[in-house]
């Protein structure tokens, strides 16, 4: 049984990882400011799909290695993914019920929130404030949310990770 | 308790710079991820370096011999300048040091938050690279380094609107402050009072006031000055000299450390063992300063 419970761990990490090397992927002058936050989108995924797994802990160290690799405050990412992580807890039964567009508008909040703590602590330490195109990243990772579902939906299950 | 600790991470990392170490350990952790993100650039380059025809290869050649030729004719004038610049300044009776130190290094193909001007490069504190350390291009200064890890080190881009660089006009000395504006072509000098000798076309070379940056590296030339009586300064934009979002490659200088050109690019090796002895012990002073307090 215990076994069977940590079936796939691996697969879990290998996901992240796969997040993180999106997050910093090189891309074109008009393309950085569209990158979806591949990290946050993962970690909602397995925070819904795998609530006794993947949490708060998880989410706070996946935020810490964001920030090192993205030259942010150290901790910045941390706080926010673990507070995203908390809240998809609370409402993962809810949430999962939800049909997929309905999902994809809590996605966005969660990605809304998780750019707006960033944009409070940029400011915070005297950083000027964002464009209006600052939120793009969250709208697109709210329209390419039932793709990262499906992808790692059918992950899960091929490689029975429970 | 995450959000605490957070917190308190935020506010070391941001107030105290304490967690240099922290970070600089951690960055070994994420080295792979950023190896990886390099391989598909790494690849490319490597299949068009070995695709290369023949014909391409020869025309390469052919304008980097022009170019060394006009070079080398412009080093032999300097030599005779270098020579005579030490000699006036003997007579001056102050120190001069004509060239730095440097290293070259490489960017690593990965972006960073799209509104901080950062870079990540490929050399760390293996390399004696510490905070603090300027870093140029063929054309210009681009910016300092912020986090040093063992491997890799983050640095900060003169655009970046954290970012500030103490300049002077090359045709007049006027000195001044150069802030980053957040767009990769435009710095800002805010301080330049109305009375102010400066006009578009100048040139803005680093004053070395601030200590971090040697003097007389070339910054940015002025583009636009406009004065307006109601304010008390005029607005003047530059353009940033370095090739900002296209460098590959970066040097990275250290600004104690100096030899002269000639003995740096081992043209004139006129007392060699002597050059290289105080060049040892600078490179170890710089090396146990890293080790014990990075400034």
Redesign the interface.
């Known amino acids: 049984m215990t076994l069977a419970r940590h079936h796939g761990g691996g697969v879990i990490l290998f996901t992240f990882?796969a997040a993180?090397?999106l997050t910093?992927?090189?891309?074109p002058?008009w393309g950085?400011?569209l990158?979806p936050d591949w990290a946050c989108l993962v970690l909602i995924y397995w925070c819904l799909a795998l609530p006794d797994r993947v949490g708060?802990?998880s989410?706070?160290l996946l935020?810490?290695?964001v920030d090192?690799?993205?030259?942010?405050?150290?901790?910045?990412h941390?706080?926010s993914l673990?507070?995203v992580a908390y809240l998809t807890l609370k409402f993962h039964q809810r949430v999962r019920l939800f049909p997929i567009w309905q999902q994809a508008l809590t996605v966005l909040v969660l990605l809304m929130l998780h750019q707006l703590l960033a944009l409070w602590?940029?400011r915070m330490?005297?950083?000027?404030g964002?464009p209006w195109f600052?939120w793009a990243p969250s709208l697109l990772g709210m329209l390419i949310w039932p793709l990262v579902y499906g992808v790692l939906r059918s992950l899960r299950r091929g490689f029975r990770v429970n | 308790m995450?959000?605490a600790?957070?917190?308190?991470?935020?506010v070391?990392?941001?107030k105290y710079r304490s967690?240099e170490s922290?970070?600089a350990g951690?960055?070994v952790?994420?080295y792979p991820?950023?190896l990886?993100?390099e391989v598909p650039?790494t690849v490319s380059e490597w299949f068009s370096e070995s695709l290369a025809t023949r014909r391409h290869l020869q025309e390469e050649n052919d304008s980097l011999h022009t170019q060394i030729f006009m070079q080398k004719a412009q080093m032999q004038k300097l030599a005779a300048l270098e020579a005579e610049n030490i000699r006036l300044r003997e007579l001056l009776d102050s120190s001069f040091e004509v060239g730095e130190k440097v290293i070259i290094a490489e960017l690593l193909?990965?972006?960073?938050?799209?509104?901080?001007h950062?870079i990540?490069i490929n050399k760390g504190q293996l390399d004696n690279i510490y905070p603090g350390q300027p870093l140029l291009d063929a054309e210009g200064v681009m910016g300092q380094i912020?986090?040093a890890g063992p491997y890799t080190s983050?640095a900060v881009l003169i655009t970046d609107?954290?970012h500030a660089i103490p300049v002077q006009v090359n045709r007049n000395g006027l000195r001044s402050i150069a802030l980053g504006s957040?767009t990769i072509n435009r710095l800002d000098l805010p301080y330049i009072p109305n009375s102010a000798d400066i006009q578009p076309g100048d040139l803005l070379i680093t004053s070395g006031l601030g200590g971090r940056f040697p003097p007389g590296y070339p910054v940015a030339v002025v583009s636009a000055v406009q004065h307006d009586p109601g304010r008390t300064f005029s607005q003047v934009v530059a353009t940033p000299l370095a090739h900002l979002?296209r460098s590959r490659e970066v040097l990275l200088v250290w600004p104690g450390e100096t030899t002269t050109i000639l003995e740096a690019t081992e043209l004139a090796p006129l007392d060699a063992p002597s050059d290289t002895d105080t060049d040892g012990t600078g490179t170890a002073g710089i090396a146990t300063e890293t080790e014990e307090a990075p400034p």
Not at chain 2, 109 to 116: A, G
């Open positions: 990882i993180l090397v910093i992927m090189p891309l002058e950085r400011y990158r708060v802990s989410g706070w935020g810490l290695a090192l690799l993205t030259g942010a405050l150290l901790g910045q941390a706080l673990s507070l602590i940029s330490i005297g950083r000027p964002a600052f | 995450f959000v600790l957070s917190a308190v991470l935020m070391m990392d941001h967690l922290v970070r951690l960055s952790a994420i991820i950023q990886l993100v650039e193909s990965v972006n960073l938050d799209p509104y901080k950062q990540v912020v986090h983050t609107t954290a957040g979002d």
